[in-house]
């Protein structure tokens, strides 16, 4: 049974920082890039970024430079660390398998920045 559990979002102000992180369960952790997802009050879920089994990353625009994903294959955890939060960045965040997200989602995590 697959499990993705989200935490760390919370509320900042504008150029503030958080980490989130995820605990996966079900499946082959290490075998399997990972990403974080974003879906914003009233817009899609989109693609915020990738860490791929062996470690290589890859981000959307809108955040490249500012956040961080990384991995722990010994625990079986994705992280991502965000700085310099724009409003813009206001969304509940998740992670998933990526590409291909699994069908499963978990609850995710809030993330709310404030001008």
């Known amino acids: 049974q697959v499990q993705l559990v989200e935490s760390g979002g919370g509320s900042v102000q504008s150029g503030g920082s958080l980490t989130l992180s995820c605990a996966v369960s079900?499946?082959?952790?290490?075998?399997?890039?990972m990403g974080w997802y974003r879906q914003a009050p009233g817009k899609q879920r989109e693609w915020v970024a990738t860490i791929t089994s062996g470690g290589f990353t890859n981000y959307a625009d809108s955040v490249k430079g500012r956040f961080t994903i990384s991995r722990d294959n010994a625990k079986n955890t994705v992280s991502l660390q965000m700085t310099s939060l724009k409003p813009g960045d206001t969304a509940v965040y998740y992670c998933?398998?990526?590409?291909?997200?699994?069908?499963?989602w978990g609850q995710g995590t809030q993330v709310t920045v404030s001008s």
């Open positions: 998933n398998r990526s590409p291909s997200p699994l069908g499963y």
């Open positions: 079900g499946i082959i952790f290490s075998r399997n890039a």
